[in-house]
């Protein structure tokens, strides 16, 4: 299989593109789409109706697709309605003697799950305990692809995504911990352009749908930083699910259909402890590398920040369908940031990821989309870049 010019190590990641590109197309990427369409992987609890805090809303969706269709009350699994707990008992947080307050460690604490939780993610800004106006989403009918959103509305967005919370770094001039943020966001944005362009409305009379090789190009392909983004982000959120590989594979997964949650649970576990991934890539990210300086615990709240205000602008996507996936993506990668640099608010480091049941599946949904990009890039990458050249 020829991976175009994709070759060698990932930039600050550990693995290259060759192995990736296998054991994802072989193993990581069969996996993720038989869990995303399990029943606890595809209803998201999601605020649809949100009020922008930058702008009013101008609506500038074009097609009717955009609206999401809600699940009625019937449709998503009973234990989903039950309430959660609050939070951890006070005896369960173990102080942890003689760690520096911002250093990262790789290791969890392997007795992890202890029931989902509804405590707020300190990376994103959106409320979980305001139960009132969250519906539940069924996902494999709302997929992510071509809208029409665009023009104006869309641009800002994005534009206060780069400029206000991550500007485009220049070598030399930023901390690597600044650079992963923009390089995190700008593999979101290569992978939502991806989606779009793989699944594009090409003639609005006919309604027929399919890739749009001349968007992918213009928009990703042709941007070799943005491709490498989209590998460093893939592999930033494989690390986050395999650091907390104890936890998740200990998550209870359900939904009141004992088969189907026998199922989720294999799947999990075959994702996580798979031994064709371990021989590939076997630390994808290595998050011990960031905060090492002195400044660190200052720079992590700075982040986490910048982050939360990412967050709050996915308010402002005017299509609901794209604000339902930016939101999704955005709290997927909130709990990746979570997962591997733990912090609390307080600064305290803690023993094991305490996760939300929506944080999780965000999670698993943004690691299918993720790795659907990068296996689009990988497969078709170099023949639609081998076309569009010769135009
Ligand atoms: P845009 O994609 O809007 O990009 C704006 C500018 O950002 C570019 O000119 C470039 O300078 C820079 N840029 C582009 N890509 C990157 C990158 N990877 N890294 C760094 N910089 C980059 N539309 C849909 O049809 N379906 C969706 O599901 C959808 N979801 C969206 C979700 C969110 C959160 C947002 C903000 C927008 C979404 N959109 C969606 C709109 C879509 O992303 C584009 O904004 C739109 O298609 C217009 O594209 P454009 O060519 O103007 O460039």
Redesign the pocket.
């Known amino acids: 299989q020829d991976t175009g010019k994709y070759k060698g190590m990932i930039e600050d990641c550990c693995c290259d593109y060759e192995s990736v590109d296998s054991v994802n197309g072989e193993v990581l990427n069969p996996l993720l789409q038989e869990l995303v369409k399990t029943p606890f992987f595809r209803y998201f609890k999601v605020k649809l109706w949100c009020d922008c805090p930058f702008w009013p809303d101008d609506g500038m969706c074009r097609?009717r697709d955009?609206s999401v269709c809600e699940c009625p009350e019937n449709e998503f699994p009973e234990p989903f309605k039950k309430p959660f707990h609050r939070g951890l008992p006070a005896d369960d947080l173990v102080c942890q003697e003689g760690k520096p307050q911002a250093a990262v460690d790789r290791t969890l604490d392997s007795r992890a799950f202890r029931g989902w939780i509804v405590t707020d993610n300190p990376w994103t800004n959106d409320d979980e305990t305001d139960n009132g106006e969250l519906t539940y989403v069924n996902l494999l009918l709302n997929p992510?692809?071509?809208?029409?959103?665009?023009?104006p509305s869309?641009?800002r967005?994005?534009?206060a995504?780069?400029s206000e919370n991550c500007p485009?770094y220049a070598s030399g001039e930023i901390c690597q911990e600044k650079k992963v943020l923009?390089k995190l966001?700008?593999?979101?944005?290569?992978?939502?352009?991806i989606?779009?362009a793989a699944d594009?409305l090409l003639d609005e009379s006919t309604n027929k749908w399919g890739q749009n090789r001349e968007?992918m190009y213009?928009?990703?392909l042709r941007?070799p930083?943005?491709v490498r983004?989209?590998y460093f982000t893939f592999l930033f959120v494989l690390r986050a699910m395999t650091k907390a590989a104890d936890y998740l594979e200990q998550a209870e997964y359900d939904t009141g259909n004992n088969t189907e949650d026998l199922k989720t649970q294999s799947l999990v576990r075959q994702l996580l402890y798979n031994p064709k991934l371990q021989a590939a890539c076997p630390l994808p990210f290595d998050e011990a590398k960031l905060w090492q300086g002195q400044s660190g615990p200052e720079l992590k709240q700075q982040i986490q920040k910048q982050f939360r205000n990412i967050s709050a602008?996915?308010d402002?996507?005017s299509?609901e369908?794209?604000?339902?996936?930016?939101?999704l993506?955005?709290l997927g990668l909130g709990t990746a940031l979570k997962i591997l640099f733990s912090v609390d608010g307080q600064n305290q480091p803690s023993e094991s990821p305490q996760l939300q049941r929506n944080e999780v599946i965000a999670l698993v949904n943004l690691l299918n989309r993720l790795s659907e990009s990068v296996k689009y890039v990988s497969e078709q990458g170099p023949s639609i870049e081998k076309i569009m050249s010769k135009q």
């Open positions: 097609l955009c992510e692809r071509y809208t029409g959103y665009a023009g869309a641009r967005i994005w534009d995504v780069y485009k923009y966001i700008s593999g979101l944005h290569s992978s939502i352009s989606h779009i594009y968007l213009d928009r990703v941007y930083d943005r983004n989209l602008l996915m402002c996507v299509c369908k794209c604000r339902l996936w930016g939101k993506q955005v």
